[in-house]
């Protein structure tokens, strides 16, 4: 490399907490001119905080900024929104498209940066007046489409194009841009087909050519060896590796993903309490937006701990929304010789199923209401607790009494931190609004649990103290548990078996004790 | 230094309390408490405005109260009234038309209005459940319709009994009829305690309280407990297997009868049974004072009822009275609506204030 000149982009000692959540800590690489770099990591190892500093999103500044450098082409420079990052010449294409429907790819890739005309009535009024130079927009689009190598029709309407092209004209958008020298690609090739992804990887390398250089982040391994210069792969946090793509292989970059230090001595590995199966469940499709399940077929052992694993958006988190009646589901689900009833949430709960939801706050919480309430009410609704009855049962009262001593042994015994029983829901922080939805299940005292991402989002110790809880629950009362949870580590940690999804079907079941390269492997390996 | 952090501590106290119980009701009652002093000194006598307001608030609390349930489900402020207040209004002409009088009168106007309540308040609520999110405004139509199909049936329905059709035609029904020899002051009139000027409805005060009761008693229940949950969070609701159209349903059904009563209540103190466009009328007051009340869109006590009817109650029975003795003129009418609609409007402006 060339030394005199400086690399497009550097990072330096780039550190980041969330409220003293540290998300990352030391982060150093450097991006040379027309190279391309793959970023992987597992969710969570701090891939998009990152790139969120790099592009001068609000919520960093909103959340107390970052420490250390960036420099590009060697002047430190330091974004306070994303404007300033567009004018530097950074672009991004995120996963979300944010395209206008209604208009062609031209006018979608130029907006608001078109090409324009003078005519007698702007000179009057200003040039706000100004008429559009539809051909010159044309030839730029033309240009922009060009320079990706790919042929899309610019004069197609968006809502009329397939998923691919959408996110070519994303990316000819920010490639129109004449300033732009660093794109950073967030999961491009997610939504699309394995010929549309192979079509980009061929753009990303010609934009490389042209001297542009590319962050490219994606869950594919594959494609990163195929295209990239060079790989960092971010776990908790921190790059744990920055090599060339050509001395590396699939196997190594799973390995550096997801194997860490492991502590063994944290885990217990037992033999499977019992052989019998409790829940069987066959066929079982869920449309649930992003994470469609299209074909389980699983069986759950009575009194374990099974892990259900897989990365964003396979699955995964499809299976118990599905089961427990949230989304619409098909199939056969038996438990304990019955078959459960899809679609009817009741029904579950009767059979005394239970459900942790991820979304804590949408699904989970009353949030206007008392942490008495959150606790009670489900085990007050399925089955009659909590309940004073009155002229010989004919009206049946709250009982309030009851409802405090309840809540108040599950405040002790998780930890919950709180000012008192009839605190709103709403003013506890994420891990104790977690800890308060345990002990809502844990009041129904259910023979099997689902329990869906229980550590999202919520800081070390309180993560701990909930696997701590769960596990508690499992060998003190006997009771099934099946956690999602995209972490693979905490499931090895407290899972007897895991199983692991993948394009929305089970790719494989393995023990809790089987490396986490094997696991890597199933969790990339039927990814569509 | 002592004193300061005393003074400080008077002042947190102070400054909570407003925060509690909000500054606008603190203005609103600070302004009443202000007629109620002017009232002697410009010349009218305070027991008979006390009497007034105390009447007027007698004859409104239901309909202020049947607000209460579906705010407790997530369907909003009824401003579907109109919808309650025809099957009250049905009760009451078919009670007359099958010739009960005195207070068995008003017993079967209830009985009677009960049925059309469950099945008109059944439909509403069924297309309440279909629009979920836009309820308010579904509700608000909902109240224009049925008033308006109602005052052509008000002219086509074969009632005959004299006291009730146009003296002329011998059909259709008057726009406003009494209820004297039916159920006029039936509830107002028992146990009624007179001092000096000053008259209390007991009956009616005490009908208002069995209700209210009943309603706080529905709300300690295990469906009325239901019925919170599924006003603060659906999703939550579903998710513990409550069946939510069905206790949005019920909660509608409740609301629609409660109106009917309402509107029961209100005509035996009032003495006239009003029909055609006066449904229309008795939506945005009854919405009004509860909001007044320190409700919000979702959140509604027995408490906010009773303070947000006496306060609206008392302001627009208060201000045209103690105005006119003011200036010498006969300007209730105008000041009476100025301030009822006054009122109106500055309450459906908290109301943004309130929502989720």
Redesign the interface.
Same mark, same amino acid.
Not at chain 2, 309 to 316: M, S
């Given at each position: 490399m060339d030394d005199r000149k400086a690399p497009l982009l550097e990072m330096k000692n780039i550190r980041k907490d969330f409220f003293g959540n540290q998300v990352l800590e030391d982060i150093n690489f450097t991006l040379g001119e027309g190279k391309v770099l793959g970023l992987v990591g597992e969710n969570g190892a701090g891939k998009s905080t990152l790139m969120k500093i790099l592009f001068g999103m609000d919520v960093i500044r909103e959340t107390g900024g970052y420490s250390g450098d960036i420099l590009l082409s060697g002047e430190k420079v330091s974004f306070q929104t994303p404007f300033e990052a567009l004018a530097a010449g950074i672009g991004m294409v995120h996963q979300e498209f944010s395209l206008i429907p209604g208009f062609t790819a031209t006018e979608n890739i130029l907006l608001n940066r078109e090409p324009k005309k003078h005519s007698v009535l702007s000179d009057v009024f200003g040039d706000r007046l100004d008429t559009l130079n539809r051909d010159a927009m044309k030839k730029k689009a033309g240009d922009a489409i060009e320079k990706m190598g790919v042929m899309i029709d610019g004069s197609m309407v968006i809502s009329d194009m397939p998923v691919g092209h959408k996110q070519f004209t994303e990316i000819a958008r920010e490639l129109s841009k004449d300033q732009l020298k660093l794109l950073i690609l967030d999961e491009p090739t997610a939504v699309l087909t394995e010929h549309e992804a192979g079509a980009l990887l061929d753009s990303i390398r010609s934009m490389a050519e042209r001297g542009i250089s590319v962050i490219f982040i994606t869950h594919r391994l594959q494609e990163i060896l195929n295209v990239c210069d060079q790989v960092v792969v971010m776990r908790d946090g921190r790059v744990v590796q920055d090599v060339a793509a050509r001395d590396t292989n699939v196997q190594e970059i799973t390995h550096w993903m997801v194997g860490r230090d492991v502590q063994l001595s944290a885990r217990t590995f037992r033999e499977l309490p019992s052989q019998e199966t409790v829940m069987s469940i066959e066929r079982l499709w869920v449309d649930m937006p992003g994470e469609t399940v299209r074909d389980v077929t699983l069986d759950v052992k009575k009194g374990e701990i099974l892990g259900i694993g897989g990365l964003a958006g396979q699955g995964k988190l499809g299976i118990p929304n599905g089961i427990m009646g949230l989304y619409e589901a098909g199939g056969r689900v038996t438990f304990e010789g019955k078959e459960i009833p899809l679609n009817q949430p009741r029904r579950c709960l009767d059979a005394s199923l239970a459900f942790v939801s991820e979304d804590r706050r949408g699904v989970g919480l009353l949030l206007d209401e008392s942490l008495e309430w959150n606790v009670a009410f489900p085990a007050m609704q399925i089955q009659n607790k909590f309940l004073k009855k009155y002229l010989g049962g004919l009206i049946k009262w709250r009982d309030e009494k009851a409802i405090e001593e309840v809540t108040k042994k599950y405040i002790d015994e998780l930890q919950i931190r709180c000012t008192s029983s009839r605190q709103k829901a709403r003013e506890l922080s994420g891990g104790n609004q977690q800890k308060i939805c345990l002990a809502k299940t844990f009041a129904m005292e259910p023979r099997f649990l689902f329990v869906s991402e229980p550590t999202r989002g919520i800081d070390v110790g309180a993560k701990a103290l909930v696997l701590d809880a769960l596990k508690r629950f499992n060998r003190e009362s006997g009771v099934t548990i099946v956690m999602i949870s995209s972490e693979l580590e905490e499931l090895r940690q407290i899972c007897d078996r895991i199983a692991i999804v993948s394009g929305g079907s089970i790719a494989g079941i393995l023990p809790a004790s089987a490396s986490s390269e094997q696991l890597g492997e199933l969790m990339v390996s039927q990814v569509k | 230094m002592s004193e300061s952090v005393k003074r400080s501590g008077v002042q947190g106290k102070l400054r909570s309390f407003v925060q509690s119980f909000g500054l606008p009701r603190l203005i609103i009652a600070g302004f009443l408490l202000l007629l109620f002093i002017a009232a002697p000194m410009v010349g009218s006598d305070l027991g008979v405005q006390l009497t007034n307001t105390i009447n007027r608030f007698s004859w409104n609390a239901i309909l202020v109260l049947a607000m209460v349930p579906m705010v407790h489900s997530g369907c909003g402020l009824n401003f579907g009234l109109p919808l309650g207040i025809i099957s009250g209004l049905l009760g009451a002409t078919l009670s007359m038309e099958f010739g009960f009088s005195g207070p068995m009168s008003f017993v079967m106007a209830i009985v009677i209005s009960t049925p059309f309540a469950i099945l008109l308040g059944g439909g509403y609520g069924w297309l309440l459940n279909r629009i979920k999110g836009g309820e308010m405004m579904i509700a608000t139509y909902v109240g224009f319709s049925s008033v308006s199909f109602m005052c052509m049936m008000w002219l086509l329905l074969p009632y005959h009994s004299p006291n009730m059709v146009w003296g002329l035609a011998g059909k259709g029904l008057r726009t406003t009829i009494s209820v004297e020899g039916y159920y006029d002051k039936v509830l107002s009139s028992f146990l009624q305690i007179q001092i000096g000027t000053l008259v209390i409805p007991t009956g009616a005060l005490l009908f208002f309280a069995l209700l209210a009761f009943a309603m706080w $008693?529905f709300l300690?229940?295990?469906t009325g407990?239901?019925m919170? $949950?599924v006003g603060?969070?659906p999703?939550?609701a579903? $998710? $513990?297997?409550?069946?939510i159209d069905r206790i949005r349903m019920l909660s509608v059904v409740m609301s629609t009868w409660l109106a009917a009563v309402g509107i029961l209540v209100y005509e035996q103190g009032f003495g006239f049974v009003q029909l055609y466009m006066a449904p229309f009328n008795m939506a945005l007051p009854a919405v009004s004072a509860i909001l007044i009340g320190g409700a919000t869109v979702?959140?509604a006590t027995i408490m906010n009822v009773i303070i947000g009817t006496f306060l609206f109650q008392g302001i627009v029975t208060m201000t045209p009275t103690v105005m006119n003795n003011m200036i010498h003129m006969d300007m209730s009418e105008v000041i009476r609506i100025i301030v009822s609609n006054g009122m109106i409007l500055y309450a459906l402006t908290r109301k943004s204030e309130a929502s989720r």
């Amino acid at each position: 490399m060339d030394d005199r000149k400086a690399p497009l982009l550097e990072m330096k000692n780039i550190r980041k907490d969330f409220f003293g959540n540290q998300v990352l800590e030391d982060i150093n690489f450097t991006l040379g001119e027309g190279k391309v770099l793959g970023l992987v990591g597992e969710n969570g190892a701090g891939k998009s905080t990152l790139m969120k500093i790099l592009f001068g999103m609000d919520v960093i500044r909103e959340t107390g900024g970052y420490s250390g450098d960036i420099l590009l082409s060697g002047e430190k420079v330091s974004f306070q929104t994303p404007f300033e990052a567009l004018a530097a010449g950074i672009g991004m294409v995120h996963q979300e498209f944010s395209l206008i429907p209604g208009f062609t790819a031209t006018e979608n890739i130029l907006l608001n940066r078109e090409p324009k005309k003078h005519s007698v009535l702007s000179d009057v009024f200003g040039d706000r007046l100004d008429t559009l130079n539809r051909d010159a927009m044309k030839k730029k689009a033309g240009d922009a489409i060009e320079k990706m190598g790919v042929m899309i029709d610019g004069s197609m309407v968006i809502s009329d194009m397939p998923v691919g092209h959408k996110q070519f004209t994303e990316i000819a958008r920010e490639l129109s841009k004449d300033q732009l020298k660093l794109l950073i690609l967030d999961e491009p090739t997610a939504v699309l087909t394995e010929h549309e992804a192979g079509a980009l990887l061929d753009s990303i390398r010609s934009m490389a050519e042209r001297g542009i250089s590319v962050i490219f982040i994606t869950h594919r391994l594959q494609e990163i060896l195929n295209v990239c210069d060079q790989v960092v792969v971010m776990r908790d946090g921190r790059v744990v590796q920055d090599v060339a793509a050509r001395d590396t292989n699939v196997q190594e970059i799973t390995h550096w993903m997801v194997g860490r230090d492991v502590q063994l001595s944290a885990r217990t590995f037992r033999e499977l309490p019992s052989q019998e199966t409790v829940m069987s469940i066959e066929r079982l499709w869920v449309d649930m937006p992003g994470e469609t399940v299209r074909d389980v077929t699983l069986d759950v052992k009575k009194g374990e701990i099974l892990g259900i694993g897989g990365l964003a958006g396979q699955g995964k988190l499809g299976i118990p929304n599905g089961i427990m009646g949230l989304y619409e589901a098909g199939g056969r689900v038996t438990f304990e010789g019955k078959e459960i009833p899809l679609n009817q949430p009741r029904r579950c709960l009767d059979a005394s199923l239970a459900f942790v939801s991820e979304d804590r706050r949408g699904v989970g919480l009353l949030l206007d209401e008392s942490l008495e309430w959150n606790v009670a009410f489900p085990a007050m609704q399925i089955q009659n607790k909590f309940l004073k009855k009155y002229l010989g049962g004919l009206i049946k009262w709250r009982d309030e009494k009851a409802i405090e001593e309840v809540t108040k042994k599950y405040i002790d015994e998780l930890q919950i931190r709180c000012t008192s029983s009839r605190q709103k829901a709403r003013e506890l922080s994420g891990g104790n609004q977690q800890k308060i939805c345990l002990a809502k299940t844990f009041a129904m005292e259910p023979r099997f649990l689902f329990v869906s991402e229980p550590t999202r989002g919520i800081d070390v110790g309180a993560k701990a103290l909930v696997l701590d809880a769960l596990k508690r629950f499992n060998r003190e009362s006997g009771v099934t548990i099946v956690m999602i949870s995209s972490e693979l580590e905490e499931l090895r940690q407290i899972c007897d078996r895991i199983a692991i999804v993948s394009g929305g079907s089970i790719a494989g079941i393995l023990p809790a004790s089987a490396s986490s390269e094997q696991l890597g492997e199933l969790m990339v390996s039927q990814v569509k | 230094m002592s004193e300061s952090v005393k003074r400080s501590g008077v002042q947190g106290k102070l400054r909570s309390f407003v925060q509690s119980f909000g500054l606008p009701r603190l203005i609103i009652a600070g302004f009443l408490l202000l007629l109620f002093i002017a009232a002697p000194m410009v010349g009218s006598d305070l027991g008979v405005q006390l009497t007034n307001t105390i009447n007027r608030f007698s004859w409104n609390a239901i309909l202020v109260l049947a607000m209460v349930p579906m705010v407790h489900s997530g369907c909003g402020l009824n401003f579907g009234l109109p919808l309650g207040i025809i099957s009250g209004l049905l009760g009451a002409t078919l009670s007359m038309e099958f010739g009960f009088s005195g207070p068995m009168s008003f017993v079967m106007a209830i009985v009677i209005s009960t049925p059309f309540a469950i099945l008109l308040g059944g439909g509403y609520g069924w297309l309440l459940n279909r629009i979920k999110g836009g309820e308010m405004m579904i509700a608000t139509y909902v109240g224009f319709s049925s008033v308006s199909f109602m005052c052509m049936m008000w002219l086509l329905l074969p009632y005959h009994s004299p006291n009730m059709v146009w003296g002329l035609a011998g059909k259709g029904l008057r726009t406003t009829i009494s209820v004297e020899g039916y159920y006029d002051k039936v509830l107002s009139s028992f146990l009624q305690i007179q001092i000096g000027t000053l008259v209390i409805p007991t009956g009616a005060l005490l009908f208002f309280a069995l209700l209210a009761f009943a309603m706080w $008693a529905f709300l300690l229940t295990k469906t009325g407990t239901a019925m919170t $949950a599924v006003g603060s969070n659906p999703t939550f609701a579903r $998710a $513990a297997g409550i069946d939510i159209d069905r206790i949005r349903m019920l909660s509608v059904v409740m609301s629609t009868w409660l109106a009917a009563v309402g509107i029961l209540v209100y005509e035996q103190g009032f003495g006239f049974v009003q029909l055609y466009m006066a449904p229309f009328n008795m939506a945005l007051p009854a919405v009004s004072a509860i909001l007044i009340g320190g409700a919000t869109v979702n959140k509604a006590t027995i408490m906010n009822v009773i303070i947000g009817t006496f306060l609206f109650q008392g302001i627009v029975t208060m201000t045209p009275t103690v105005m006119n003795n003011m200036i010498h003129m006969d300007m209730s009418e105008v000041i009476r609506i100025i301030v009822s609609n006054g009122m109106i409007l500055y309450a459906l402006t908290r109301k943004s204030e309130a929502s989720r």
